[in-house]
């Protein structure tokens, strides 16, 4: 049988149909969906027309026992209790059919609740600590769950899964507060772990091993941390789609602003605890590979973190207010790492590669762009207060302006050539801040540091780091 339906499926659009095996007949939603994007019905054995329940406990002794029937469809009830867990510890039925007598494939379908995004307001539904007081008996969504207001109170985050429980309870699963969907799983049967989950109608796929747990100690699987259920409506750029996640920490649970589309985050990587803030915010078009990109929080309207190609590479601890862009590449283990962006400040077509970084970099109403950053170059441990950087090429160089601190200054057309510059203060300087000018930094072999340059009568001009 095949069924055509409106995209999100939603497993209580799909009409039922009789499961004649020996549980006794009681009506079933199964379901699949092929190559065309079609509902089509599960393809049972040809000894049954519905799946075979059977609880966890009860598919390991079958398997044990060699008893499994080949061809049938095991409706699997109880599987990895703690992915989801909406207070009933009742875990997550599966299917999945038998290769053998004491076989099942590791690809099948899971049944999953999808909290109700709303995409029609700001924020989607999700709770935050800066939202009114709530009315008792509202509703707010966090963590990938419903949740019931108590007592009039705003209430604390928990941790990225949970509200406190004295003033909210996380409502059980049921068909006002969630959708119920059916989505591409794979199952690993021996440590009883969902490894993937794939929402075909969004494009979001997502896998995460029990190796991967182990290897990131993450404690919550990354299929548990991601947003599914609240697939991006292009036209007004809300929600998430068409992101892939293997065998990496893409913590986005509580996404609650702009577009979230197009990633792919690989080799373990870990993307965790960001916080988007509406209006008009992207993260987009980016490819993470063997990376760590760490509490980051995007605020403000009109932000965007976007067409970033970050590899071997970490952007660590980071803050952007109120319209930063970045659209960074950082290849071969280089590294933005511990930056606040804030008020209208940007970071943008900045390339860091062969281990470059830009460390620890405090900025407040800054621009820096237009940067590249070569052969284990540096911008380190810096305060920049009302300045910018940029236009500035590193060639096998770094700046470190540690422990001096750049108020109010520009450094625009500059060329650093092979040169360490730290623990220099130069405020005081005026050539190296004069934008008329397209300078070259340098180090003589006596280790003094000159900048030269041509004057406007073609004079080779050369002076003093701090002239």
């Not at 952007?320 to 008020?343: D, H, K, Q, R």
Request: hydrophobic share 35%.
């Amino acid at each position: 049988m095949v069924f055509n339906y409106k995209n999100p499926l939603i497993l209580e659009d799909v009409p039922t149909f009789d499961d004649k095996n020996s549980t006794g007949g009681s009506s079933l939603r199964t379901l699949n969906i092929d190559r065309q994007g079609r509902v089509v019905g599960i393809p049972f054995g040809s000894e049954s027309t519905a799946p075979i329940i059977k609880t966890k406990t009860e598919i390991d002794v079958l398997i044990l026992s060699n008893a499994l029937l080949i061809g049938s469809v095991y409706k699997i009830t109880g599987v990895h209790p703690n992915l989801y867990n909406d207070g009933t510890n009742s875990g997550t039925t599966i299917y999945l059919q038998a290769l053998t007598n004491n076989t099942l494939a590791k690809e099948g379908y899971g049944e999953f609740w999808n909290p109700k995004y709303n995409q029609a307001i700001a924020g989607f539904g999700i709770w935050n600590e800066n939202m009114d007081n709530p009315v008792i008996g509202s509703k707010v969504i966090w963590g990938g769950y419903s949740w019931t207001n108590n007592t009039g109170e705003v209430g604390y985050d928990e941790d990225v899964l949970n509200i406190n429980v004295v003033d909210w309870t996380k409502d059980i699963y049921n068909y006002t507060d969630y959708r119920k969907v059916i989505d591409v799983i794979e199952y690993d049967l021996t440590h009883d772990y969902i490894i993937r989950r794939k929402e075909v109608e969004g494009g979001n796929d997502v896998t995460f091993t029990y190796y991967d747990n182990l290897a990131l100690t993450p404690i919550v699987s990354s299929i548990a941390l991601f947003q599914f259920g609240n697939i991006a409506d292009l036209p007004d750029l809300h929600g998430v789609s068409s992101n892939i996640i293997q065998n990496s920490v893409f913590e986005c649970i509580n996404f609650c602003g702009g577009l979230l589309a197009n990633n792919n985050v690989s080799g373990r990587s870990n993307f965790y605890s960001n916080t988007f803030d509406p209006v008009y915010i992207e993260f987009k078009d980016n490819t993470l590979v063997d990376c760590t990109m760490y509490n980051n929080r995007f605020r403000g309207a009109t932000s965007s973190f976007i067409n970033n190609n970050i590899k071997n590479s970490n952007v660590t601890s980071n803050t952007f207010t109120n319209s930063s862009v970045i659209a960074t590449i950082l290849e071969s283990e280089s590294y933005i790492n511990g930056c606040n962006i804030n008020n209208n400040s940007s970071i943008s077509y900045v390339d860091l590669r062969q281990a470059s970084r830009i460390d620890r970099l405090n900025t407040n109403n800054t621009q820096i762009s237009y940067i590249s950053l070569c052969q284990l170059s540096v911008i380190q441990t810096t305060t920049i207060n009302g300045s910018s950087i940029t236009d500035v090429e590193f060639i096998s160089s770094a700046l470190v302006l540690q422990p001096y601190t750049l108020t109010a200054k520009t450094i625009a057309h500059l060329r650093l050539e092979n040169v360490l510059v730290s623990n220099i203060n130069l405020q005081a300087a005026t050539v190296l801040f004069d934008t008329t000018l397209t300078k070259t930094l340098y180090k003589r072999p006596d280790d003094v540091y000159r900048i030269r340059y041509y004057n406007n009568s073609d004079q080779l001009t050369i002076v003093p780091i701090t002239t």
